[in-house]
């Protein structure tokens, strides 16, 4: 398979200049590169994420769950791991499925 990506055409498009790539040429490439760290996102900034996305404030997210603000913050800030019975109650909330583990990389 290519690896050169200097082989595919580059278009110029009002965003920037794009070089063409096929995904399988691109998926190969990208097959054994560690992810950027700093684009993991921790539990609690993807907890942020979805409230913000519905537009809540933590207060909002607080009494939806039936929790504190306090424990939303501390949630949102990584400074507490949510117990059983708060993952259920903050999945209800934001109808997602909430978990609490951090990425990994599978080998």
């Known amino acids: 398979m290519t690896t050169d990506v200097s082989a595919f055409p580059i278009i110029d498009v009002a965003a920037g ?11 190969e490439l990208l097959k054994n590169q560690a ?10 900034k993807r907890l942020k994420l979805a409230r913000k996305a519905r537009g809540w404030t933590q207060e909002d997210l607080a009494t939806f769950a039936d929790l504190t603000q306090t424990t939303i913050s501390n949630l949102e ?3 507490e791991h949510p117990q059983e019975d708060t993952l259920r109650a903050l999945s209800s909330a934001l109808g997602v499925v ?4 951090a990425d990994t990389l599978a080998d």
Do not use: A, M, N, Q
């Open 77 to 79: 800030r990584d400074k």
């Open 17 to 27: 200049t794009y070089r063409l790539v096929p995904e399988d040429v691109l998926r």
């Open 35 to 44: 992810p950027d760290p700093s684009t993991i996102l921790s539990p609690g």
């Open 98 to 101: 909430v978990t609490w583990e």
